[in-house]
């Protein structure tokens, strides 16, 4: 069974406008459920995270 961690960085901040967590970029229903997902599911939230970042202003 392939595992694939949580991109969780104990920096739990919620952005009100996004939507995303600050220090992950998943939103609150990702970061619920996660621990439940199939790897497959997983890895198709981790790959739409860089983009999640990109899309966010920098915090100023």
Known sequence: MTVLESPCINVCQIDR???LC????????????????????????MDELGARRSSL???G
């Open 17 to 19: 406008k996004s939507g």
């Open 22 to 45: 600050l220090g992950c970029y998943r939103t609150l229903d990702e970061i619920a459920v996660w621990s439940t997902l199939k790897y497959e599911d997983r890895r198709a939230i």
């Open 57 to 59: 202003p920098e915090a």
